[in-house]
């Protein structure tokens, strides 16, 4: 009896500590228009609405990242007149993707030991050459050269201001999705900072992903590439073949 | 209309793809070449990555030779023999030149390889069409007497064969040898290679003209489905829907292009057909001496 009263009293506990967590909205709640951002036959890049409730005062960051992989940079000189790709480093951890979106710039809110700890604006992105030999003389510009290629091709945005409070808590922004944009688990983390203080985090998942008739062709050719290969083959001599027929009747 | 191609991993207008198809489509069905030297650099001018455009390129040919290799089948103009041996080097040059295709690639000198081909190609074909089409225009008919029978060091090569539909007793190895360079340059450029097979069946080997084209179409499929099947397995760069659009477009204007033919004044049309050639191949040497827009460049390894 005792002992059911104590596990009464607990799970109530429970409860009320939960609903009061509730109630104090002292985390950050954010929500995608879209939890899956799919590529389509007619896709050519997208807009994500993100939208959330900030707890307190204070700036919001936004930053999404693509999946992490290895980048080959290469660096193109002249030889007779032409130019040749030469020298070339493997950078590990980059992200496939990276925007972000804040309230305000960046500097008026946000300490640099924050900001380099999360990895939060490019400047802090730490990427590092895998193989370090090979990059005696400095890999400084080929990392520079990343950034400007990423953000060239629209798959590095930087561009703070873009994220909005409606109010006091209540905020929104666009993440800009381009057509080139590659597949994966994409992690959205918000940053709620006060006065110069990391107050909350806030970390969401976004997949995306291809659909229908692209996905499966992509699927085929990767995993299947020799049935792939013969499927070509055939499709390629059977059209030659109905357009001889059709043509020779005509 | 944009459509995304699932290989090439962007998307592209459908309509100027199907016009593209269909203009190129019109030339070969004009000229009597495949086209295939015209449609791959169009496709790295449209942002197709050049990988992808070769071998996309090698399986819209196969439909193109199936297409005209059954026309000449039907009236007998088929050298089945010489076929199969310049098809054997062929499988044996394509084979070699897929795989390296994938050197290059892993090394990141592949689409320097290609453009440097074409460059090479466009500058000798656009050359020598121009010339010729000029020389015609002035001259007036200069009859060409066919060489009769001549003995040269060829003809002292050993594995002797006789191929009865060219009426030719040559040594082997020189089918072979073209084969295996066409096929080389099918792996390599994404074209069935007839720019280079034809002028040497007939200056080369001395094959009568009437079985040329047709013996040429039977080895580029062949070819070019090797080159396909290779390039889907060890380089996955084979995009199906880019191809099927071009071989629409394709088929359709080659239809065109044969009926047009007949109508226009073939050295004139000849002409313009060599200055497109050379403006394509100007085009592909100033991008690759201009100074580029970023000299470092982001690069993928092997597969994808």
Same mark, same amino acid.
């Given at each position: 009896m005792i002992k059911r009263l104590f596990t009464l009293t607990f799970l109530s506990a429970v409860l009320v500590f939960g609903l009061f967590r509730v109630a104090s909205a002292s985390e950050i709640t954010v929500d995608l228009a879209d939890p899956v951002v799919q590529i389509t036959a007619g896709f050519s890049g997208t807009d994500l609405l993100l939208f959330g409730v900030a707890p307190g005062e204070g700036d919001i960051v936004i930053v999404v990242r693509g999946p992490i992989h290895d980048q080959i940079v290469r660096k193109k000189d002249q030889v007779l007149g032409v130019w040749v790709n030469r020298d070339e480093i493997t950078l590990e951890n980059v992200p496939a993707f990276y925007a972000m979106a804040s309230n305000r710039a960046l500097d008026e809110f946000l300490p640099g030991g924050i900001a380099n700890i999360h990895q939060i604006g490019l400047e802090n992105l730490q990427f590092q050459p =895998?193989? =370090?030999?090979?990059?005696a003389g400095g890999w400084d510009h080929f990392r520079h050269a990343l950034l400007r290629n990423k953000q060239r091709q629209g798959l590095y945005t930087w561009d703070p201001l873009t994220l909005i409070f409606k109010g006091n808590r209540l905020f929104r922004t666009k993440v800009r999705f381009p057509a080139n944009v590659s597949v994966g688990t994409f992690g959205i983390e918000t940053y709620l900072i006060r006065k110069g203080e990391l107050v909350d985090t806030h970390t969401t998942l976004l997949n995306v992903r291809k659909f229908g008739v692209e996905a499966s062709v992509y699927d085929f050719a990767h995993r299947q590439s020799f049935a792939y290969g013969i499927l070509a083959i055939v499709i390629a001599c059977f059209a030659g073949w109905a357009a001889n027929a059709a043509f020779r009747k005509a | 209309m944009q459509i995304y191609l699932p290989i090439a991993e962007m998307s592209v207008n459908i309509f100027l793809l199907l016009g593209l198809g269909g203009g190129v489509g019109m030339l070969s069905g004009i000229f @009597?070449? @495949? @086209?295939g030297f015209l449609m791959t650099p169009l496709l790295f001018f449209m942002g197709i990555p050049p990988a992808v455009a070769v071998a996309t390129e090698a399986n819209q040919i196969v439909a193109s030779s199936v297409s005209g290799v059954l026309a000449h089948w039907r009236r007998g103009n088929v050298d089945i023999k010489m076929g199969g041996v310049l098809l054997f080097g062929g499988v044996l040059g394509s084979t070699f030149g897929v795989w390296l295709f994938s050197v290059l690639r892993e090394l990141g000198y592949i689409d320097l390889v290609i453009k440097l081909s074409y460059v090479v190609f466009l500058t000798i074909i656009g050359s020598l069409m121009l010339i010729e089409s000029v020389k015609s225009m002035r001259a007036t008919?200069?009859?060409?007497k066919s060489k009769a029978h001549r003995h040269t060091w060829m003809h002292g090569l050993p594995f002797k064969m006789r191929f009865r539909k060219s009426r030719l007793y040559i040594s082997a190895l020189l089918p072979l040898a073209i084969g295996f360079f066409v096929g080389l340059l099918a792996a390599i450029m994404g074209v069935g290679g007839g720019f280079v097979m034809v002028p040497a069946m007939i200056y080369l080997l001395g094959m009568p003209t009437s079985v040329v084209i047709g013996t040429s179409l039977l080895q580029i499929i062949f070819v070019t489905a090797n080159v396909t099947l290779l390039q889907a397995i060890?380089?996955?760069?084979?995009?199906v829907v880019l191809a099927m659009l071009l071989m629409i477009g394709g088929v359709i204007g080659a239809q065109v292009g044969t009926r047009i033919g007949g109508l226009l004044n073939g050295e004139q049309l000849r002409g313009l057909l060599a200055l497109i050639v050379l403006g394509v191949c100007a085009k592909l040497s100033f991008d690759l001496v201009v100074t580029p827009e970023d000299i470092y460049s982001l690069g993928t390894r092997g597969g994808h």
């Amino acid at each position: 009896m005792i002992k059911r009263l104590f596990t009464l009293t607990f799970l109530s506990a429970v409860l009320v500590f939960g609903l009061f967590r509730v109630a104090s909205a002292s985390e950050i709640t954010v929500d995608l228009a879209d939890p899956v951002v799919q590529i389509t036959a007619g896709f050519s890049g997208t807009d994500l609405l993100l939208f959330g409730v900030a707890p307190g005062e204070g700036d919001i960051v936004i930053v999404v990242r693509g999946p992490i992989h290895d980048q080959i940079v290469r660096k193109k000189d002249q030889v007779l007149g032409v130019w040749v790709n030469r020298d070339e480093i493997t950078l590990e951890n980059v992200p496939a993707f990276y925007a972000m979106a804040s309230n305000r710039a960046l500097d008026e809110f946000l300490p640099g030991g924050i900001a380099n700890i999360h990895q939060i604006g490019l400047e802090n992105l730490q990427f590092q050459p =895998k193989d =370090k030999s090979e990059v005696a003389g400095g890999w400084d510009h080929f990392r520079h050269a990343l950034l400007r290629n990423k953000q060239r091709q629209g798959l590095y945005t930087w561009d703070p201001l873009t994220l909005i409070f409606k109010g006091n808590r209540l905020f929104r922004t666009k993440v800009r999705f381009p057509a080139n944009v590659s597949v994966g688990t994409f992690g959205i983390e918000t940053y709620l900072i006060r006065k110069g203080e990391l107050v909350d985090t806030h970390t969401t998942l976004l997949n995306v992903r291809k659909f229908g008739v692209e996905a499966s062709v992509y699927d085929f050719a990767h995993r299947q590439s020799f049935a792939y290969g013969i499927l070509a083959i055939v499709i390629a001599c059977f059209a030659g073949w109905a357009a001889n027929a059709a043509f020779r009747k005509a | 209309m944009q459509i995304y191609l699932p290989i090439a991993e962007m998307s592209v207008n459908i309509f100027l793809l199907l016009g593209l198809g269909g203009g190129v489509g019109m030339l070969s069905g004009i000229f @009597g070449v @495949g @086209g295939g030297f015209l449609m791959t650099p169009l496709l790295f001018f449209m942002g197709i990555p050049p990988a992808v455009a070769v071998a996309t390129e090698a399986n819209q040919i196969v439909a193109s030779s199936v297409s005209g290799v059954l026309a000449h089948w039907r009236r007998g103009n088929v050298d089945i023999k010489m076929g199969g041996v310049l098809l054997f080097g062929g499988v044996l040059g394509s084979t070699f030149g897929v795989w390296l295709f994938s050197v290059l690639r892993e090394l990141g000198y592949i689409d320097l390889v290609i453009k440097l081909s074409y460059v090479v190609f466009l500058t000798i074909i656009g050359s020598l069409m121009l010339i010729e089409s000029v020389k015609s225009m002035r001259a007036t008919k200069h009859a060409v007497k066919s060489k009769a029978h001549r003995h040269t060091w060829m003809h002292g090569l050993p594995f002797k064969m006789r191929f009865r539909k060219s009426r030719l007793y040559i040594s082997a190895l020189l089918p072979l040898a073209i084969g295996f360079f066409v096929g080389l340059l099918a792996a390599i450029m994404g074209v069935g290679g007839g720019f280079v097979m034809v002028p040497a069946m007939i200056y080369l080997l001395g094959m009568p003209t009437s079985v040329v084209i047709g013996t040429s179409l039977l080895q580029i499929i062949f070819v070019t489905a090797n080159v396909t099947l290779l390039q889907a397995i060890n380089n996955q760069t084979v995009d199906v829907v880019l191809a099927m659009l071009l071989m629409i477009g394709g088929v359709i204007g080659a239809q065109v292009g044969t009926r047009i033919g007949g109508l226009l004044n073939g050295e004139q049309l000849r002409g313009l057909l060599a200055l497109i050639v050379l403006g394509v191949c100007a085009k592909l040497s100033f991008d690759l001496v201009v100074t580029p827009e970023d000299i470092y460049s982001l690069g993928t390894r092997g597969g994808h």
